[in-house]
T-cell receptor
């Protein structure tokens, strides 16, 4: 079974630009969560989508948004990029049977804002 | 979710058992203990979880004290590939998928 995939793996953007990251969950998984990881703040929860609806949201500004499509693939968007948005963005998916409550993470997208 | 306390770092010799402690003294009766690990530059990996009984799988064992205020993750025969940051997370199982990772324990396995 293929794992969680994230594209692109690396990205360099300039302050003020916007960016869209993509996540494809494990086949059959309906929940997708997003996390931001920085050296200073560690792993922080951004938001979770289930069946195209945002179910949980972390404490991030409105510049961070996401969506989920009917095939469970998810995208997250960051508008008006700031230097502090440089981070590893991780996506995780969860299934509906067996390991229902365990999350499986992708390799992440490394975003650098200059 | 209950707060957890883990040592910042630990060392372990290759081939020996690595015992990683976690304190969760404010855990509630319906909260589970989960362990994840993150190898450098990779996404976190689920290891094991438990409620009150000890659990074992192909990766590790989880020992939870009788009062549930602390637990220990045991890697029975640590290898160099087990060098990672290990996160102990306490949460209600059906509370959604937002995980509070905390700082974790950086485990260094040495030859």
């Amino acid at each position: 079974k293929a794992g969680v995939t994230q594209t692109p793996r690396y990205l360099i953007k300039t302050r003020g630009q916007q960016v869209t990251l993509s996540c494809s969950p494990i086949s059959g998984h309906r929940s997708v969560s997003w996390y931001q990881q920085t050296p200073g703040q560690g792993l922080q929860f951004l938001f979770e989508y289930f069946s195209e609806t945002q179910r949980n949201k972390g404490n991030f500004p409105g510049r961070f948004s996401g969506r989920q499509f009917s095939n469970s693939r998810s995208e997250m968007n960051v508008s008006t990029l700031e230097l502090g948005d440089s981070a590893l963005y991780l996506c995780a998916s969860s299934g509906t049977s067996g390991s229902l409550y365990e999350q499986y993470f992708g390799p992440g997208t490394r975003l650098t804002v200059t | 979710d209950a707060k957890t306390t883990q040592p910042t770092s630990m060392d372990c010799a290759e081939g020996r058992a690595a015992n990683l402690p976690c304190n969760h003294s404010t855990i509630s009766g319906n909260e589970y203990v989960y362990w994840y690990r993150q190898i450098h530059s990779q996404g976190p990996q689920y290891i094991i979880h438990g409620l009150k009984n000890n659990e074992t799988n192909e990766m590790a064992s989880l020992i939870i004290t009788e009062d549930r205020k602390s637990s220990t993750l045991i890697l029975p025969h640590a290898t160099l590939r087990d060098t990672a940051v290990y996160y102990c997370i306490v949460r209600v199982r059906d509370s959604g998928y937002a995980l509070n990772f905390g700082k974790g324990t950086s485990l260094l396995v040495t030859p």
